[in-house]
């Protein structure tokens, strides 16, 4: 089953196409450089930049995969969660191909994507991550620049969410925080770099939520947090003479906040593996953690190749080859609107 995704959720123009799980070619536009300058993305400026890019990248997709619209079986894409004017670009992309070639169409949730990413396959059929085991259930952490869940897969395809943030996701609190030492956006790969130089264990911070019961996330305590110590260690010295402690002691409560609520649900479920993907599941230091932590707890853990961490469309063609297999398909393609809020586990209003 051949199968080419979009994804147009946020920032990034991403489309792929994939046989069955296994991906044929993989394009990202980025568009880091226009929004850096703003901290953030500017939702018009975002729009503008899919419209411009959507074309180019599906003909790009197609070249890199030697394909071309006949060889396709199906057109997929995100119609949700993410930025409203982001995703209509897409959506609009995949409608109008679905309908003029006369393909099934495929909606994709984009947070079902990160969750899956893990397991995608290259194009000689081996997983970029080799699982020990596909065996359910499974225990899925999705932590990104607008997520952070905790997700029970019971079966392929059954989602429910067993903790989330109850304000920032911790890829935002990471961008808070860059952007509170002038570091420039985003954050998060910018404060790995800069704390490996610092000892974690310096400046003291909190471990938001980890007396809480039940499974879910603050981080807008330890941003706050990181503010008031920031201006009380700025009397003392220097920025840069603590600067790299800083980062280090902040990526370090930041993790631990993530880890005690993965153990917890860890110890409770029991699952067969854990999945481990989005953005913030880069960070390297987060990785040897949650691995060390795993093989105390005997449970397999996986996370994405490098390139499926960030925003994709590998890992929407990998969801929307499952639900090919399902016949989940759009029955009224022209119907198909985006769902900025879209939730993971919700019933989906496009497929009865
Ligand atoms: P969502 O998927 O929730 O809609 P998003 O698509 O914006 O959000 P991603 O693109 O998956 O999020 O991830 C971006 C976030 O990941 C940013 O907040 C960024 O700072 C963070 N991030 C990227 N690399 C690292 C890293 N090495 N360490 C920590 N955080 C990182
Ligand atoms: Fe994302």
Not at 196 to 219: A, C, E, H, V, W
Not at 266 to 274: A, F, G, M, T
Request: net charge positive; proline share 6%; aromatic share 6%.
């Amino acid at each position: 089953i051949a199968i080419l995704a979009i994804d147009t959720s946020c920032d990034d123009t991403a489309v792929a196409i994939l046989k069955n799980d296994m991906v044929q070619s993989n394009i990202v536009s980025s568009q880091t450089d226009i929004h850096k300058n703003w901290g953030g993305v500017v939702p018009n400026l975002a729009k503008r930049a899919h419209q411009e890019n959507i074309n180019p990248c599906i003909e790009l997709a197609l070249k890199r995969a030697k394909m071309n619209m006949d060889d396709l079986d199906a057109i997929a894409v995100t119609y949700g969660p993410g930025l409203a004017p982001s995703l209509e670009v897409g959506v609009d992309a995949a409608k109008n191909l679905a309908i003029e070639h006369d393909k099934p169409l495929i909606g994709v949730n984009h947070m079902e994507g990160h969750v899956l990413s893990p397991l995608l396959k290259n194009s000689k059929g081996n997983f970029y991550a080799q699982p020990p085991e596909i065996k359910y259930p499974m225990i899925a952490m999705s932590i990104s620049g607008g997520h952070t869940e905790i997700v029970l897969i019971k079966e392929k395809g059954q989602y429910e969410i067993v903790g989330q943030t109850l304000d920032d996701a911790v890829g935002e609190a990471f961008d808070k925080v860059a952007r509170m030492l002038e570091l420039g956006y985003p954050g998060g790969p910018i404060i790995e770099e800069i704390a490996s130089s610092g000892d974690g264990t310096s400046i003291p911070l909190p471990r938001p939520m980890s007396q809480n019961k039940g499974f879910d996330f603050s981080y807008s305590g330890l941003k706050t947090a990181c503010l008031y110590k920031l201006r009380d260690l700025k009397k003392e010295k220097p920025l840069a003479e603590f600067l790299p402690d800083f980062c280090a002691s902040f990526q370090e409560a930041a993790i631990d906040a993530l880890l005690i609520k993965l153990k917890k649900a860890c110890k409770k479920i029991r699952p067969k593996l854990v999945l481990i993907a989005g953005g913030v599941s880069a960070n390297n230091r987060l990785r040897y953690k949650f691995r060390q932590a795993m093989t105390k707890l005997h449970i397999p853990i996986i996370f994405p190749h490098k390139k499926f961490c960030m925003d994709n469309a590998a890992m929407i063609g990998l969801v929307a080859y499952q639900k090919y297999q399902r016949k989940e398909f759009i029955q009224d393609k022209q119907k198909l609107d985006r769902d900025p809020s879209l939730v993971i586990g919700q019933q989906n209003i496009y497929e009865v």
